[in-house]
């Protein structure tokens, strides 16, 4: 079934939940008597004093005043009782002026014989002619036609079963109480129209899925409209859901998580639900609504990204819902493939002079003598509801010399400047008026306004009048304890204090733009980007390393102005990093910024990982360590707007997904002229996929560089003595040339007699020779319980951790760490760059598969956990035992997690890592 309501609700605190309207004689002691009963055991609060025939007391007149929603009960006898057709009669008239919502149910009566007055509705109607003035009566049987009109339950003779159909009122009603509403303006005007056209195209009732566009400028009044349907019709769905100021929030870090995150807390109710990342926030909406009735407004989006983040298909929701979404750009609904577009226009004529006239004479019908005075103003402030509502605000009270001047100012200005417009509102401020105006609009728009007086009135700003008077002028309204402003004024403020000196912001009264701030020492950052430039530590052992670098530069080409990127491919412990890290040495100074993003795979695999990979960029090319980019497709507009004039050297290392490169480096005109951008994979493919000018492919090492390479890390030598080189070539016979393998399983021989090098080589002779991993956990397998204990720990927990902080861990653990990290450095399962713990990829898969291969099965029995998904089975099935020795959780904030089985368990160490 469908309702129809009024526009808004003003978010009022009601004394009572409900009004219930109905005839005793037909009802009171069976079906309302169950209804009443109902409602108050699910927490509905009631006017319940009985009622008595004949006039209507004025304390009933109030109890309907102050109920939300009203609960006609139309039965037999209802339209014979006068009081009861009084009490319609107000139910209908707050319904209107105090936006009601009113329930209908017919109890054993036919809809129609209400609508038409027939049968007993009739003979009521004539009976009371006996006694009323005709007047009386045509306004009863008036109200009695158009309450009919509206929708609600039909209970016929002989039909549903009561409880049932008692119950879905009270769900609904429920629904009603419980909702949040949206605030919006207290004059609406020319807004029944809007919602009509709207509830047009939503066609609430019908089963399938709809999604409506709300498109128009800014200030045209798209919020509110948005925010009065949801008022009107959020009741009708089993839940909703209110997403404002998706732009602005989108821009903040992980913004999109955080709106994924609200969507799924006000729908479910589960206000601890985290998603992490926005792949996974899309996987959970799709999971968790896919069977849920949702009203969904999506409120002032701009990006595509926000879209596919939040309602990326219809079907990521429940038969029956509906979508609205309300932007300024029609295209990019068109790009979503929205079911329906409706576009909000200005004002008509007759609208614009109402509103205006109610915030310049606080009445929708001013004097005649004022009648010229709007007309002249409507002919330069147009039909923008904003507009209308500022300047109408800021003429209230002024005398005629007033309203000439201002009338003259309007003239001067564009007909489509409607910034200047406003600043006509601002320009009427005192001093310290429009201070705080300014500093709302740089600093606090959406902060706690009791917070924000606090702080002014520190400055001497006298914010408890100042505040006063700007949300009597319009330009800002207090919602909630907060400060609101619309962004058009936030625009103007901010527009007002760049233009006291557009060139040089620190010079300027207020620094709030997000680029501000570089200026300041842009020189002191230019010069310290030279001196304290970071090179990238590589082996201390480099064998073979120059001929590559000498055709990687023939590549590059250093010098010319061209853009080029070049793709380094091949096997994992090929050496590809190192290659990049020697090139980026050898050539950085050449280029004016540069920027080595080491680990691009694992970083991506983070919580917003690739938006962290994006503001590292920025900062090391800009100089700019506190720069946030909010979410992907800001960061690549940031990098595209910042960065294309940039001479830059950039290598972006282990990529292994497009996506990655779309991010980063989508376009060579990312970059300045001269740039050279490198990339390192093990996917041939994935270069080819992204367009790279030239690819290079890193093969095994060949005899020579082998035996030398092998040498030093077995003989700390690269020319052994002549009895060592059979040894060494039997072990290259089964090691092959992979520079990783050569390093680890050198160092591993390292000081050890002939017995155990042959026992080594016969084992090596007998794992396959492309199995590198089982080559390298021979070197695992020579470690003490201790070691291989600290090796598995940094596999699982502690890569790139501070090696110093690590240590304090591990020797709470028993573990003796200080001998044991430097027995695995000896042995190149690890090395310390820069007081970080460093481990290759290929070591820590390792280690990781030794972990997992305890009991693959079961991770709630394994030693270790690492994994969020095994980590979050663990944890939530409470299948956790005294096995397990460590968790690594990584989460945004420090969450209360109980871990049941485990909490008893002295050996169990919980490692967080935020």
């Not at 009601?100 to 027939?118: G, T």
Request: glycine share 6%.
């Amino acid at each position: 079934m469908a309702f129809q309501a009024s526009s808004s609700s003003f978010g009022r605190r009601w004394p009572y939940n409900v009004f219930l309207s109905f005839r005793s004689e037909d009802t009171h002691l069976s079906f309302t008597a169950c209804l009443y009963k109902a409602l108050c055991e699910n927490g509905i609060y009631m006017y319940d004093k009985l009622r008595e025939e004949g006039e209507i007391s004025p304390e009933i007149l109030k109890a309907i005043k102050d109920s939300r929603t009203s609960t006609v009960v139309l039965s037999k006898n209802y339209a014979s009782s006068t009081w009861c057709l009084s009490e319609l009669i107000e139910i209908l008239r707050c319904r209107e002026s105090n936006q009601q919502i009113v329930l209908l149910v017919f109890y054993k009566v036919n809809p129609s014989y209400v609508r038409h007055q027939n049968k007993n509705f009739a003979e009521a109607s004539a009976q009371h002619l006996d006694s009323f003035m005709e007047e009386t009566v045509q306004s009863w049987k008036a109200a009695l036609n158009k309450v009919a009109n509206l929708s609600g339950w039909h209970l016929e003779k002989g039909g549903r079963n009561e409880f049932k159909f008692i119950n879905e009122i009270v769900q609904v009603v429920s629904r009603i109480v419980n909702r949040t509403y949206q605030s919006v303006p207290k004059y609406l005007v020319g807004i029944e129209s809007h919602i009509q056209d709207i509830n047009g195209l939503l066609h609430i009732g019908m089963s399938d899925i709809r999604v409506i566009g709300i498109f128009g400028a800014g200030g045209i009044g798209k919020t509110t409209i948005a925010k009065a349907i949801y008022n009107s019709f959020a009741y009708q769905f089993k839940d909703s859901c209110f997403l404002a100021n998706v732009r602005e929030t989108s821009m903040k870090e992980c913004g999109l998580v955080q709106l994924q995150e609200t969507l799924l807390s006000e729908i479910l109710g589960n206000l601890s639900l985290k998603v992490g990342n926005v792949d996974r926030g899309i996987n959970v909406i799709k999971e968790r609504l896919c069977r849920k009735n949702v009203l969904l407004v999506l409120d002032d989006v701009d990006e595509l990204v926000q879209l596919k983040a939040l309602s990326g298909e219809p079907n990521w929701f429940g038969l029956g819902s509906r979508i609205i979404i309300t932007t300024r750009d029609e295209h990019l609904l068109i790009k979503h493939n929205v079911d329906f577009t409706y576009k909000m226009n200005e004002m008509d004529h007759n609208e614009a002079f109402q509103l205006f006239s109610i915030h310049a004479f606080k009445s929708d019908k001013p004097h005649d003598y004022c009648v010229d005075l709007i007309e002249d103003a409507l002919r330069y402030v147009g039909g923008l509801p904003l507009a209308l509502t500022v300047l109408g605000s800021n003429l209230y009270g002024k005398d005629i010399h007033y309203w000439k001047s201002a009338l003259e100012k309007y003239k001067r200005i564009p007909e489509k400047n409607i910034l200047e417009k406003l600043q006509l509102s601002y320009d009427g401020l005192d001093e310290s008026e429009k201070n705080i105006f300014l500093d709302i609009a740089c600093f606090f728009k959406g902060q706690n306004a009791k917070y924000v007086t606090k702080i002014l009135d520190s400055c001497g700003f006298f914010p408890n009048i100042g505040i006063i008077v700007l949300v009597e002028k319009s330009l800002i309204t207090i919602d909630e304890d907060k400060l609101v402003m619309h962004d058009l004024l936030q625009d103007m403020g901010r527009e007002i204090v760049r233009q006291e000196l557009p060139k040089e912001p620190g010079k300027r009264s207020r620094l709030c733009g997000r680029n501000e701030f570089k200026f300041i020492n842009e020189i002191v950052q230019v010069v310290s980007r030279i001196v304290n430039r970071t090179y990238q530590s590589v082996p201390k052992y480099l064998v073979g390393i120059e001929s590559h670098i000498q055709d990687i530069n023939g590549l590059l080409h250093i010098g010319m102005s061209d853009i080029r990127v070049i793709g380094i491919f091949g096997a994992g412990g090929i050496g590809k990093t190192t290659i990049a890290k020697a090139i980026y040495n050898s050539f950085a100074y050449q280029f004016k910024d540069s920027c080595f993003l080491a680990n691009v795979r694992e970083t991506s695999m983070k919580e917003c990982g690739l938006v962290q990979l994006q503001e590292t960029l920025l900062s090391e090319i800009l100089g700019n360590l506190s720069l946030k980019v909010g979410n992907v497709d800001r960061g690549i507009n940031v990098i595209k707007e910042r960065l294309c004039r940039k001479n830059v050297l950039l290598v972006l290392d282990d990529v292994d997904e497009l996506v990655q490169l779309k991010a980063l480096s989508g376009e060579p005109n990312w970059f300045g002229l001269g740039s050279r951008i490198i990339i390192t994979t093990r996917d041939e493919h994935l270069l080819i996929k992204h367009n790279v000018d030239f690819t290079y492919k890193m093969n095994e090492m060949d005899h020579n560089e082998a035996f030398q390479l092998f040498s030093i890390h077995a003989f700390k030598s690269d020319k052994p003595h002549d009895y060592c080189v059979d040894l060494i070539e039997d072990a290259l016979r089964y090691v092959g040339g992979l520079p990783l393998a050569l390093t680890v399983l050198g160092s591993n021989l390292y000081g050890k007699d002939i017995h155990y090098w042959k026992s080594a080589l016969e084992k090596y002779k007998r794992i396959p020779e492309k199995n590198i991993l089982e080559k390298l956990q021979l070197s695992y397998d020579g470690l003490d319980e201790s070691e291989k204990n600290i090796f598995l720990d940094i596999a699982c927990f502690f890569k790139g951790q501070n090696a110093k902080y690590v240590t304090k861990i591990l020797d709470s653990c028993g573990f003796f760490p200080n001998i044991g990290i430097i027995v695995l450095v000896e042995k190149s399962l690890i090395t310390i760059d820069e007081d970080k713990l460093v481990m290759h990829d290929l070591l820590q898969d390792m280690g990781r598969e030794i972990v997992r291969q305890e009991l693959p099965k079961e991770p709630g029995k394994r030693s270790r956990l690492w994994f969020h998904e095994d980590v979050h089975y663990v944890l939530e099935e409470n299948m956790g035992t005294n096995k397990i020795e460590g968790i690594l959780v990584e989460l945004p904030r420090l969450d209360t997690v109980e871990f049941q089985n485990l909490r008893e368990d002295e050996n169990s160490q919980i490692f967080y890592m935020s």
